[in-house]
């Protein structure tokens, strides 16, 4: 595939995300790809994933612990094999209520026509906070998290 085709099919997968058409989401994806997102011990959702069958589950943790509000595309940058996506979203804690917003950046590589490669970035303090009402006191605030 051109950069341009790269391109226009990560955002197309961004489009079935915020549709949450997840199996079509993850037939964009290599059966073999590799998520990766920072580590933490808060976040249920945390961590890296394998394969298609560990993105699902990227997925349903992500789903069941947080509901994007909104989650829009800033910036699309496409070279060779590479796809940047910069963003920001808000997020909605489901057992708190809690609300947070975070920029995040996505890289993803695309080999043979599929997400090969996942990295995504992301204030991960803010996420942290958002999942645990102990940080949030201590931080002494009771407001919704924003950037």
């Not at 394969?51 to 943790?61: L, N, Y």
């Not at 599929?114 to 949030?136: C, G, L, N, W």
Request: net charge negative; with cysteine.
């Amino acid at each position: 595939m051109s950069t341009q085709e790269n391109k226009r099919m990560v955002l197309e997968a961004y489009q079935l995300f915020k549709a949450g058409d997840i199996p079509s989401l993850l037939d964009r994806y290599a059966d073999n790809a590799e998520w990766i997102g920072p580590e933490s011990d808060i976040v249920p959702f945390a961590g890296r994933y394998h394969g298609k069958a560990g993105i699902a589950q990227f997925f349903r943790k992500l789903g069941d612990a947080s509901e994007a509000t909104r989650f829009e595309v800033r910036d699309c940058i496409a070279e060779g094999d590479k796809v940047v996506v910069i963003g920001e979203a808000t997020w909605r804690i489901r057992a708190t209520g809690t609300t947070y917003d975070t920029p995040w950046t996505h890289l993803l590589t695309i080999r043979e026509g599929k997400v090969a490669r996942f990295e995504t970035i992301y204030d991960v303090k803010a996420t942290e906070m958002a999942f645990s009402p102990d940080m949030r006191a201590q931080a002494g605030s009771g407001a919704p998290l924003h950037h």
